[in-house]
């Protein structure tokens, strides 16, 4: 997943608090197409009173939604091919799935019609019924819809809110849906991820490998050594050596006469710039300080996990010295004039800059059968405190808790990440697939940066596990955008920390 | 026959002025965000001994002053401007009101794209004159100007507008008379033309202190409220409460302060201008 820039269509739709009726409604009936707005009420909070005694937040164990699962023929059993899935037969009734996501690029939009009218082909009482919104609308969609309690049936989510998903109840146990085989063959780091206590909430959907991608071209003007050319991940280069290549890669280029190429793009992630999405980004300098093989409680563990074992604490975890040392080498990018202080969209795109921390989605469409980039582009790890440190929070779609379909849109996740729609699918997105087996028959992933991308998605880690992760990732963006404009490092974390701790306490009453 | 008005008011205004006081008063389950206690001033003194809060309440007041001293005299001078029907007036006039039909939204991102440190318009049109670039948005002591001259543009038709047409219902004759009677231009301005428009200047006066007390969309847009605060005022307090921190009761408290501070300020210039008038 690669989150970009989308904060003027969120914030304008926050703003002008629009209903819903610009998220396009595509309603599949008979493999015909038809489109209508799609008009939806606030939340109803007042239906949620009769939950609210039986609800009342608890830190204990997860609330998720957990049945026993009636096993049916399992895979290749049913009409059609719907991958791990290992439920009941589908319903014979007439029904509509509703599925809420993000809207795509247009060939995404359209892969996904032609596997509904498949699905549709083989389930022609079943109707797919997709409500289409902008990527950041994501999170506040879902909290209205599921307060209103007449939510879709299966949502997109992220790897990082799978602890509040299922301790809120919002999200369905998948786990006893699908064979043990087709979740073995996930890439464990992002099962792990997607689960809680052992079970499975959310449907891995794509990863996140981040990396650094360079443009050798800009190397070579500026008579600059290119980073590490590495096979594993244990010989990367530390942030001291990516900073120092950078500040030599600034300097040859000024000398020259070039003023517009930056040595780092400005991070086209979340909302962009600094402190753009702390998820995937920015948490690099902090968390690759701590070490996960350290002691539990030490500072150099804490700093790593980025949260208590409780997930309702942070002071001692965002804070330590490492973190301090590792908010000091972000800073040092803004001071040294190494990126840009502000949101520019599509430097590195655009040869405007030299290196970019992104994801693998580049490397693998240049990889792939006809694929092709722009220019020279290699790539190379995120820099190395004590450990190499990735997240790999990607997108992941859960099925409501409440549903009345269970079943069929347990069975429509599954079809669509079933062996033959998958690799399509991640063809024409370009992001990195989920499962094993997949990887091992593409092409591009047999490549030394191939190799490479399944190395780092095996080390990688995902959000600090807090049910009050979107507190948590909301006081951090602007903390460390503060930090890159200036602020001091120390101060801001502690302030920080107390924030969040201050905002956590509501979880544990 | 006011009937239906009456009940509209009563459901899009006070009754969710109502809700709003009494989940203000009310502890929520952070997962359903359904009311679950009653909190009694909880939420008010958890937000008041915030320091986020009480930053966002001084800029809230630097927003309103700011936004009024740039306002007014800009808005009562083009509004002479226009009133003149000098060479160029006409352009005046459609580039003031072309302000009140862009969208707030577009506006702000265009200007956030002028202020930008690195690529924008204003540091290259400084960088012309040999000047540094500055960080309009990305500092503590510009941000929160940048945003108010931002906002002040988008916000100036209206103002403009109402001097305007207090400008036109000022008779001819009486500038006549003082002219007759040796008064030049700056004398009758002070004399004949700002004391006629003090019904507008009041209109005026609270319009664009109201504005300023709900700037919004520039925020959200340009600075997210950073940087360390600099830019938060209450209403973007609240949203952040409500929609980032799942704190529905803080974020309601927020609103209803906001709704007294409002109150307070209004009053506080009826009365001034009021005993004026006495």
Not at chain 1, 199 to 205: C, N
Not at chain 1, 301 to 326: C, K, M, R
Not at chain 1, 364 to 392: E, S, Y
Request: charged share 15%; proline share 5%.
């Amino acid at each position: 997943m690669v989150h970009r820039i989308r904060a003027v269509e969120t914030v304008h739709h926050l703003v002008t608090r629009k209903p819903p009726i610009e998220g396009i409604h595509m309603e599949l009936r008979n493999s015909e197409l038809a489109r209508r707005t799609f008009v939806r009420g606030a939340a109803a909070f007042a239906s949620l009173a009769a939950l609210g005694g039986a609800a009342a937040c608890t830190s204990d164990n997860s609330r998720g939604t957990s049945t026993a699962i009636t096993k049916g023929p399992g895979p290749g059993g049913y009409k059609i091919d719907l991958g791990g899935y290992q439920g009941p037969e589908l319903t014979t009734e007439q029904i509509t799935l509703k599925f809420l996501r993000q809207s795509y690029s247009d060939a995404m939009n359209a892969r996904f019609v032609e596997l509904y009218a498949q699905f549709n082909k083989a389930y022609p009482n079943i109707k797919i019924a997709e409500e289409l919104i902008p990527y950041g609308n994501l999170p506040q969609k879902i909290q209205i819809y599921t307060q209103s309690g007449d939510a879709p049936d299966i949502m997109m989510s992220r790897l990082d809110f799978t602890t509040y998903m299922a301790r809120s109840g919002t999200a369905l146990d998948l786990t006893g849906y699908f064979s043990d085989k087709y979740l073995s063959d996930l890439f464990k780091p992002i099962r792990d991820a997607a689960s809680l206590d052992g079970k499975m909430f959310l449907m891995p959907w794509e990863g996140y490998v981040p990396v650094i991608l360079y443009n050798r071209d800009i190397f070579k003007k500026a008579g600059v050594a290119t980073p590490p050319q590495i096979t594993d991940i244990d010989h990367g280069w530390t942030a001291d050596q990516m900073i120092e290549t950078m500040i030599e890669l600034t300097h040859n280029l000024r000398k020259k006469g070039d003023t517009a190429t930056w040595a780092l793009e400005s991070s086209i992630l979340g909302n962009g710039g600094p402190g753009s999405n702390y998820t995937q980004c920015e948490s690099i300098w902090i968390r690759s300080m701590g070490s996960r093989n350290a002691a539990r409680g030490s500072s150099l563990h804490n700093t790593w996990q980025g949260v208590s074992d409780d997930g309702l604490s942070v002071t001692g975890y965002i804070n330590t010295p490492e973190a301090i040392a590792g908010m000091r080498n972000y800073q040092r990018l803004f001071t040294e004039g190494l990126t840009p202080k502000s949101a520019i969209p599509a430097q590195f795109q655009g040869q405007q800059a030299a290196m970019s921390m992104n994801s693998t989605r580049q490397i693998l469409q240049r990889d792939q059968p006809g694929g092709k980039a722009p220019f020279d582009v290699g790539m190379t790890l995120d820099p190395t405190g004590n450990m190499l440190f990735g997240c790999n929070s990607g997108d992941a779609p859960f099925v409501w808790a409440k549903t009345k379909h269970p079943n069929e849109a347990a069975a429509l996740l599954g079809f669509l990440c079933s062996d033959a729609n998958q690799p399509t699918y991640f063809r024409t997105r370009g992001a990195f697939i989920t499962r094993r087996s997949l990887a091992d028959n593409m092409e591009e992933y047999h490549t030394p940066d191939g190799q490479l991308s399944m190395k780092i998605a095996d080390n990688c880690d995902g959000a600090p596990r807090t049910v009050g992760w979107s507190e948590y990732y909301s006081a951090m963006n602007p903390a460390v955008k503060n930090i890159a404009l200036g602020a001091d490092p120390e101060k801001t974390l502690n302030e920080t920390a107390k924030a969040i701790d201050d905002q956590l306490k509501k979880f544990k009453s | 026959m006011i009937a239906p008005a009456v009940v509209g008011i009563m459901v899009f205004q006070y009754y969710p002025v109502l809700v709003a006081v009494v989940h203000s008063m009310q502890r929520f389950d952070p997962f359903t965000h359904a009311p679950i206690e009653f909190a009694g001033l909880d939420n008010y003194i958890r937000m008041f001994t915030g320091a986020d809060f009480q930053t966002s309440l001084w800029n809230t007041l630097l927003y309103v002053v700011i936004s009024l001293l740039i306002e007014i005299p800009l808005s009562l001078g083009l509004a002479v401007l226009i009133d003149r029907k000098l060479p160029g007036t006409r352009f005046v006039r459609i580039a003031v009101i072309a302000t009140l039909a862009a969208s707030e939204t577009v506006a702000a991102i265009v200007w956030a794209q002028m202020y930008s440190p690195d690529q924008g318009l204003l540091n290259g049109i400084l960088g012309v004159f040999g000047l540094p670039p500055q960080s309009f948005l990305s500092s503590s002591g510009q941000s929160l100007i940048s945003v108010v001259v931002m906002s002040s543009w988008k916000n100036i038709g209206i103002p403009t507008l109402i001097f305007l047409t207090g400008l036109q219902a000022i008779p001819r004759d009486y500038y006549e008379a003082a002219a007759i009677d040796g008064a030049g231009n700056f004398r009758q301005f002070t004399k004949i033309t700002v004391p006629l428009l003090r019904g507008s200047s009041v209109v005026v006066l609270f319009m664009s202190t109201l504005a300023a007390t709900r700037i919004f969309v520039p925020i959200v847009l340009m600075t997210q409220g950073g940087p360390n605060g600099a830019t938060s005022n209450l209403v973007y307090y609240s949203y952040e409460q409500a929609f980032q921190y799942n704190s529905a009761g803080t974020a309601s408290a927020a609103a209803i302060f906001m709704l007294a501070f409002l109150g307070v300020i209004i009053a506080i210039q009826f009365k001034v201008l009021g005993a004026k008038d006495e």
